[in-house]
C-alpha cells in the first residue's frame, strides 16, 4: 500500500520472487532466453528437468542436460574455453619477451642466437636463457646456462597440452554444431512425411522420421558430452572400454544422420525406412550402453581424473 507507482511495485514484486526462488533450494528459474516459468522439485539433484516453454536443463547447475558428464568437470570446461587459457598456452610456447624492450618474440628457426626486431632495441640475446648472447661465445646452438633439454621438454609440454585440447575441442564443437544442423532437419522430415502420406503411408507409419531425428539429437548430445567427460578421464582399461563405446556410437550415429538427409523416391521408401528404423534402434542401444557404462564407474569408483 506504501507503494503507489505501478512501475515500481511490479519491479518490488519481482525483487520479492526472485529472493523467494533464489534462497528455496526446490525451486530453479528456467535458463531459457525470454521463459518466466520456475521449475520446482520434490528434491535437489544433478537430473534433468523440462519446463514448460520445453526447455530441459540440468536442475543442478542450470546447463543443458549433460550427461553422462557431471556439473563440475562441465562447469570447468566452460571456463576453459572461454578464458583464451589455450592461446596463451600457445604464446607460451612458442614465443618470448625481448629481456630489454619486451617485445614479443616468436621463434622460427632453430639458433638460438636472438636479435629483437625493434629497431628501438636490436638486443642480442639467446632464446633458453634469455641472458645476454655475448658471453655464449660461440655455443650458437647449445646454450651453457641452461639446461636446453628442460627448456624443451617444458615447451613440448605445452604443445602436447595444447593439441589435446584441440582434439577433444573440435570434437566437442562439432557435435554442438551439428546438433544445431539436425534441429533443422525437422522442418525438412515434416516435408518428407507429407511426401510419404501422398505415396499412401498413413500418418502412423511415418512418424519413424521423427522418431529417428529425435534419436539423432540425443545422440548428438550424448556424444558433445562424452569429449568433455573424456577430456578429464585419465587412461585405464575403463576409459577404453568407454573409447570404444564412444566410437561405436558416434559412428552409427553418422550412418543415421546420412540416411536423414536423403532424398527419398517412391522406390526406396520401404528400403530407406527399414534401414532408419534399424539405425536408430541400434543408435537408441549403443547410447544406452554407454551411459549405462559411466554411471557404472560413477557408482563403482572406476574413473581417474585429470586435474586441470
Known amino acids: ?16 520472487t526472485n529472493s523467494f526462488v533464489e534462497c528455496n533450494r526446490l525451486l530453479k528459474w528456467c535458463p531459457a532466453p525470454d521463459c518466466h516459468h520456475v521449475v520446482k522439485v520434490q528434491y535437489p539433484d544433478a537430473k534433468p528437468v523440462r519446463c514448460k516453454c520445453g526447455r530441459q536443463f540440468c536442475f543442478n547447475c542450470g546447463e543443458n542436460w549433460h550427461d ?12 576453459k574455453c572461454d578464458d583464451d587459457s589455450e592461446t596463451s598456452n600457445w604464446i607460451a610456447a612458442n614465443t618470448k ?16 642466437h636472438m ?19 655475448e658471453p655464449h661465445g660461440s655455443a650458437w646452438y647449445n646454450c651453457n646456462c641452461y639446461n636446453e633439454d628442460d627448456a624443451r621438454d617444458v615447451q613440448e609440454r605445452s604443445r602436447a597440452a595444447l593439441q589435446r585440447y584441440l582434439f577433444y575441442c573440435n570434437r566437442y564443437m562439432n557435435h554442438m554444431q551439428s546438433l544445431r544442423f539436425e534441429h533443422k ?9 507429407e511426401e510419404m502420406q501422398q505415396h499412401n503411408m498413413s500418418w502412423i507409419k511415418v512418424q519413424f522420421l521423427k522418431k529417428a531425428v529425435d ?23 575403463q576409459s577404453i572400454i568407454f573409447e570404444n563405446n564412444q566410437a561405436d556410437l558416434e559412428n552409427a550415429t553418422e550412418v543415421l544422420s546420412g540416411y536423414l538427409e536423403r532424398d527419398i523416391s517412391q522406390d526406396s521408401l520401404q528400403d530407406i525406412k527399414q534401414k532408419v528404423q534399424d539405425k536408430y534402434r541400434y543408435c537408441e542401444s549403443r547410447r544406452r550402453v554407454l551411459l549405462q557404462h559411466v554411471h557404472e564407474g560413477y557408482k563403482k ?7 586441470d
Open 115 to 133: 636479435v629483437c626486431r625493434n629497431q628501438n632495441c636490436k638486443a642480442e640475446f639467446c632464446w633458453v636463457c634469455l641472458g645476454p648472447w
Open 1 to 16: 500500500r506504501l507503494i503507489t507507482d505501478s512501475k515500481v511495485k511490479l519491479k518490488y514484486q519481482h525483487l520479492i
Open 185 to 193: 532437419l525437422y522442418s525438412q522430415v515434416k516435408q518428407k512425411m
Open 301 to 307: 569408483d572406476l574413473w581417474e581424473y585429470i586435474e
Open 97 to 112: 619477451e625481448c629481456p630489454k624492450c619486451h617485445v614479443t618474440i616468436e621463434k622460427d628457426g632453430g639458433c638460438n
Open 215 to 237: 534419436v539423432l539429437c540425443q545422440c548428438r548430445a550424448t556424444l558433445m558430452y562424452t569429449y568433455v567427460f573424456a577430456f578429464y578421464l585419465k587412461k585405464n582399461n
Open 68 to 79: 553422462p558428464v557431471k556439473c563440475k568437470w562441465l562447469k570447468k570446461w566452460i571456463k
